[in-house]
């Protein structure tokens, strides 16, 4: 169970977790050679979008939102900024990865009220 301040889940037993945790741990791996195209908010946005069975379209349309957010915009994340000011972060590597990372804790989340 995760208790958040404005929402509460549960999340189901999960089968074959060996699965998932050599691709967390891949990713790990990955990071600790370069920077990842992986933004916490801006990736579960795009994961929850494409969970829900969004189009690519609107789910980086989700994603950008978080990135580009008015208030506590991502893209403004000092680190963030030093890797990533030259280029477009969100791209095929940053769909994979949000997927990759955030697609099976989804699957397996249930809202409580």
Known sequence: ILVCEDRT?????VE???EY????????WMGLR????FFPESSLA???QTAKGADNDKA???AKGKWDAFEFAEKEDVHYDLCFRQIDP????????AVAIFAPMLKHEEQIK
């Not at 370069?34 to 195209?37: A, C, I, S, V």
């Not at 969100?90 to 990865?97: G, I, K, P, W, Y």
């Open 34 to 37: 370069r920077p990842l195209h």
């Open 16 to 18: 074959d977790t060996g």
């Open 46 to 48: 795009y994961a929850e």
């Open 9 to 13: 889940f549960r999340y189901s037993p």
């Open 90 to 97: 969100l791209d095929a590597e940053f769909r994979d990865l």
């Open 21 to 28: 945790l050599r691709n967390l741990l891949d990713i790990y």
């Open 60 to 62: 980086m349309r989700a």
